[in-house]
C-alpha cells in the first residue's frame, strides 16, 4: 500500500474518531402520545423551528438534537421529524408544519370508524389507512437511517416486555432496526381503538400495541436511553418534553365515597393507571432535573378543555387542538409540583419565549461543535502532515 493511501486512510480514520466523540450537552426531544391530539404538540414545535429559522433559515427540528423521542402519536412525530430526504440522507424530510398538516389532512382517514365492527366486537379503528399511509410517508427507512437518534416505545404482547426501538440500540440488538413506519404502527396500536400490529423483520416476530403501556411520558425512556451510552457519560442533558394535554383532574377523577361494583372498575380502570403512571414519570423527571432545571422545558396544557376527543378527527376537534396549541404558547411555563401533584409556574415567562431561549441554547451548541469539529481536523490533518 502507497504512503499515499495510508496517509489518506490516516485522515478518515481521524475524521471519524472526532464525529463520534462529541462535548456539550446531549440535547433530548420528547413528545407524548394522545392520538389526534398530536396536533397540539406539533403546534409547539412549529413555534420551536420558526425559532430556530430567525437563526438559520433552512433549519430543521431533528437537525439540532441529539434524541428525539415518542410515544404512539408521538412516536409518529419523531418518525417524520427524523425521517431522511431521500435526495440528501443527512436532512430531514419533513418540517413541523408539515407534520401538523398531516394530522389536518389524514387525521379523518385514520380516525375513520369501522363500518364492519359492531357492538364493540373489534377495534374502533380497523388500522388500514394509518399502515398505508406511515408507509407512503416512510418508506423503507429503517431505524438507523434516521437523521439523528430516534426512540420510540412499544410493548410486544407475545412476550409480554419492552419494545424499544432505538437508534442507539440497533448495533447491539440488530432485530430492532426495524422499518421505521412498522415502528409507529405499532407505538399507535391503542387498546379498543386499533388493532395490534404483527409483523416480522428477519427472523423475529413483533406482537406490538401502544407505546403508552411502557412510557406514557417517553422523556423517561428516552434519558434512560441516553444513560446507558458511553458517548453520552458524564454530559449534561438539555430535555424538551412536550404534551398533548390533560385535562383538570379534579374533575375528571372518580368519587370513593359510595359503592363500587366491578363494573365501575372496569369502566375506570384505564384513566387511572394512565393518570397514574404520567404523573410519576413527571415525578422521576422532575427530580432528575431537579439541581439544574434550566436544563428542562415542559411544555404541557394541564388544563385541556374536556370536550376535546383523543379519537375524533373532526374540523372542530381539529380547530379546538390547534387553538389549544397556539393558546398553550402564549401560557407561562408550567411544571408540575411533585409534592403536590399540582402544575405551578416558574417564572420562565410564557413558553414561546422559553422555546426562543432554547433555540438559542441548541443553535448555539451546533455552531460549538461545528467549530470544534472543524479546529480539531484542522490540527489533526497538520498533525498528520507533519508525521507523514
Known amino acids: 500500500m502507497s504512503k499515499i493511501v495510508m496517509f489518506l486512510l490516516l485522515i478518515v480514520a481521524f475524521s471519524n474518531q472526532l464525529m463520534a466523540v462529541e462535548e456539550g450537552k446531549v440535547r433530548v426531544l420528547a413528545i407524548d402520545g394522545g392520538g389526534i391530539k398530536g396536533i397540539l404538540p406539533s403546534v409547539i414545535l412549529k413555534q420551536l423551528e420558526l425559532s430556530l429559522q430567525k437563526r438559520n433559515s433552512s433549519a430543521r427540528i431533528a437537525e439540532y438534537f441529539d434524541v428525539v423521542a415518542g410515544t404512539s402519536t408521538g412516536g409518529l ?125 428477519q427472523n423475529t416476530e413483533f406482537n406490538l400495541v401502544d407505546g403508552l403501556f411502557i412510557a406514557s411520558m417517553p422523556a423517561r425512556l428516552a434519558i434512560g436511553e441516553v444513560l446507558r451510552q458511553e458517548e453520552y457519560k458524564n454530559r449534561e442533558v438539555l430535555l424538551v418534553s412536550i404534551g398533548t394535554g390533560s385535562v383538570n383532574t379534579t374533575t375528571a377523577g372518580f368519587d370513593a365515597n359510595r359503592t363500587w361494583t366491578a363494573e365501575d372498575w372496569k369502566n375506570s380502570i384505564q384513566t387511572m393507571y394512565l393518570a397514574a403512571n404520567s404523573a410519576m414519570d413527571e415525578y422521576y423527571i422532575n427530580s432528575t432535573f431537579k439541581v439544574q432545571p434550566e436544563n428542562y422545558l415542559r411544555i404541557q396544557e394541564y388544563n385541556l378543555d ?61 455552531l460549538r461543535r461545528l467549530g470544534k469539529r472543524a479546529s480539531k481536523l484542522k490540527r489533526g490533518f497538520f498533525s498528520l502532515s507533519a508525521t507523514y
Open 77 to 201: 412525530i419523531a418518525a417524520l421529524l427524523t425521517a431522511p430526504d431521500p435526495q440528501n440522507k443527512d436532512r430531514p424530510l419533513y418540517s413541523a408544519d408539515d407534520i401538523l398538516q398531516f394530522y389536518r389532512q389524514h387525521g379523518p382517514s385514520i380516525f375513520t370508524e369501522d363500518p364492519n365492527c359492531l357492538h364493540g366486537l373489534c377495534p374502533k379503528f380497523n388500522g388500514t389507512y394509518l399502515r398505508k399511509i406511515a408507509a407512503e410517508k416512510l418508506d423503507e427507512t429503517l431505524v438507523s437511517q434516521t437523521t439523528t437518534n430516534v426512540v420510540i416505545s412499544s410493548f410486544d404482547i407475545k412476550l409480554l416486555q419492552p419494545a424499544i426501538f432505538s437508534t442507539l440500540k440497533v448495533k447491539d440488538v440488530p432485530h430492532l432496526n426495524v422499518k421505521l413506519s412498522d415502528a409507529c404502527i405499532g407505538t399507535s396500536a391503542a387498546p379498543t381503538e386499533f388493532p395490534p400490529y404483527y409483523f416480522k423483520y
Open 306 to 366: 374536556a370536550s376535546i376527543e383523543t379519537d375524533v378527527a373532526s374540523e372542530e376537534n381539529m380547530d379546538k387542538l390547534e387553538e389549544a396549541g397556539n393558546n398553550l404558547l402564549k401560557e407561562p411555563v408550567k411544571r408540575m409540583n411533585v409534592d403536590t401533584f399540582a402544575p405551578e409556574e416558574t417564572g420562565e415567562g410564557a413558553n414561546t419565549e422559553a422555546l426562543d431561549r432554547v433555540a438559542q441554547i441548541i443553535y448555539e451548541e451546533k
